[in-house]
């Protein structure tokens, strides 16, 4: 039956169609027994009564071991028709994959010593009584009858994985990532079984049409002979074919194992022009175009900080902006001319690229986000592009990290002062002409700008503003500095200097607030959860 009419069926029937798919499939059984019959009794003199009495009874064996198989197949088939009903949960869906996925192998592990026992010994032994033959034919019997089993059995596993294709597609558009693989038959016994079984059965039938017919023990003869000459003939053949197969699948599934880990620096060699050499150098084309991003991957992470990049990436990017309230910390290296007057462009960038390789990860272990650098100096985020209640803390926590341990570490020949304030703006894409920046801008940027260069009139390394010191969250000793005038506001404001404590008071190789706020006045590691969120979360 064609995929189209399965697919048809399954839609008409919805959630009716897997038992009614197996219930049809598995009257193939008795098509199956009336031809294995028919079969056996070219090998021996009867009567048309006693060819009936034993396809009546060969029939009668298979009719209770097919409803025995149903009531056992309807079992398995409730994860996937309770799926198709409605339920979707991921469990669910889940076992409905796994159940569908497994069931030609769980029919052939489970129901084949059943047919075996409940249908062709039992026949074979009548088959001998009601022909009145020696107690020996049995034997013959039972091996020409093992033989159409095995063949009706391969049959029944392709037919069902037809079958339950519909079911699989739909399936698919929701399955989850299956955290154990179902046990099925694999391509390569498939093959090795399926060819020498066809040659034969075909073996069989040519012996028993075109001969005069004979005793039964001739049976196991012919048997024999067909089993010799597929092993001869056609089991080279089949395992040649089967590698030409195979070996290709072999290659797709190591390159596929390699992306999976991430790894895109390999190639599957395109070793023939059918369609599994063309699968090869699709894939291989695939590969190309996974390097090509992976490139753009690491680059966008290298000039982007990786927070806006998934921010960006994600569903809750609003390109319009949006407006909220975040802490500003604007960082700057005192005295920058005067320096780069007199070392040499190599000697400039060096420097500037150690002083943030000390201070980027200070923005990141607190939760913020570099914005972006300008020229000697730095803007950094807390509170977008990922919320937290505590962004003024986080800041102010930062700042005085970052000052302790450039200004107050050894060796370090510059200095720096951070500025810290608190406030709403609007942050999104900002440019043109295909050309964007997520930034963040509004008057509170500015204020955080001015008070970082008002540490250079103070002397003070870190300097927050009231409205960042009103939204602390935990007690830090802050000293006043009351009266400051800042450039493009008409009225002195008042700044507050928190204590930083010398670079040895910080706990060594610090990689969490937590460790390095046990050495921090105030209990500066406390880090309370996320409690807020963006709009359009």
Known sequence: MSLRILTWLYRKLGSFYPA???TVELQSAFVVTAGTVALLSLYYDASADEFFQVLAVALALTAFAVGYTMVRTYRRLRPVQRWIAGARGPGDTARAWSAAVGLPFDLLRRDLPWALGLTVIPACAAAVALLSLPWTSFFPFLIGAGVA???ATILHYLAIEAGMRPVLVDLNREVTPRESKPETLPLRVRLMAALPLINIITGLVVVALTSDGGEAAQIGVDVLVAVAVAAMISL???????????????DLQRATEAVREGRYDVTVPVISGDELGELAASFNQMLAGLRERERLREAFGTYLDKDVAEYILSERFVKEGIELEVSILFCDVKDFTRFAANATATEVVTRLNELFETVVPVVARHGGHVDKFEGDGLLAVFGAPEPYEDHADRAVRAAIEMAARVN???GERFRIGVGVNTGRVVAGSIGGAGRLNFSVIGDPVNVAARTEHATRKIGDDVLITAATAERLRDP???EERPGIVLKGLDEPVTLYAPQVPDVAELAPGAGHAETIGARLPGELGARPDRTSTLPGR
């Open 236 to 250: 080279e053949l089949t395992i040649l074919l089967s590698k030409s197969i195979l070996r290709p699948i072999a």
């Open 149 to 151: 089993v095995g063949y």
């Open 408 to 410: 107050h570490g050894d």
């Open 20 to 22: 009614a798919f197996m």
């Open 476 to 478: 830090i000793p802050l």
